[in-house]
């Protein structure tokens, strides 16, 4: 459980309660799945959000991911933010509605269970990063995209950014993977938008991270400035530094160059409060600023919906 004082955030257990609840009280908009499960068995849930929930539209699809870092609890958080505005706005604030009835919102509010939970396992926090296969892959640089080409990953598995012995050999990984390839229908991907959320430094970020090149194959100019476009406008929005993903650090085997390398999904990361300072205690806001913090990104999550359909 989470330490004494934290327990406004969500347990895993707790996750699915709520998640489960929502589905309950909104099964008009509201569809709980799952992409798969976790090295350790937990289901790792999948919640969709539409009108006439049921049915396959003809509506751009967005997807929203959490907590693929496990110490990074304030993302799940933010995943569960937009669950609730999503379904507990629908019908009354006309933003909300409006985004509903026009585009299909999927959202994943953690890829990485097993690290969550073990990483508050005894009531204390663990500064716990990768997934609990083996000694731990760190998931965001498991993915099938220039996979450990560039120096942005290790290959060593006691490192927090080991890549993992092959491209998605984490379950979790390769279970988000099967759903977003399974959006392809007809040959074309209906997923257009995607922000996984992380912790901490305020930050939006777009591909690529494994260079630092603007453009690279796969990537035009006029596509790497629409990158750069969407990402400030969002980024002015909730008062985070917009810049591309390299220029923070290089990665490779990202989730966002897999989005964007593969599929052509404007895939963005966000890393959430706080800006600086503390090393691991930066992964550890006191519950009390959840809602701030998540309802910082309102507007973001907002801008982007409405940028899928453009
Ligand atoms: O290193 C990561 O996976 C992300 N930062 S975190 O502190 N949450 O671990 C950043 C990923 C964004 N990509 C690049 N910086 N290239
Ligand atoms: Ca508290
Ligand atoms: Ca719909
Ligand atoms: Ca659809
Ligand atoms: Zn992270």
Redesign the pocket.
Known sequence: DFPAGDEGYHTYAEVTAELEATRNEHPDVARLSGVGTSYEGRALHLLKISDNVAQDEDEPEVLFTCNQ?AR?HLTTEMCLRIVQRFTNGYGTDETVTALVDSREIYVIPSVNPDGAEYDISGGQYHGWRKNRQGSGTDL?RNWDYRWGCCG?SSGNPGSDTYRGPSPFSAPETAAVADFVNSRVVGGSQQLKAHIDF??YSELV?WPY?YTYADTAEGMTEQEARRFADLGRRMAASNGYSPQQ??D????DG?V?DWMWGEHKIWSY?F?MYPRSGGGLDGFYPPDERIEQETARNDEAVDILLEAAGE
Do not use: A, D, P
């Open positions: 870092h990074e965001n942005g992380h912790s970020l991270g993903s390299s923070l650090y290089i990665t990202s966002n990361t890393e």
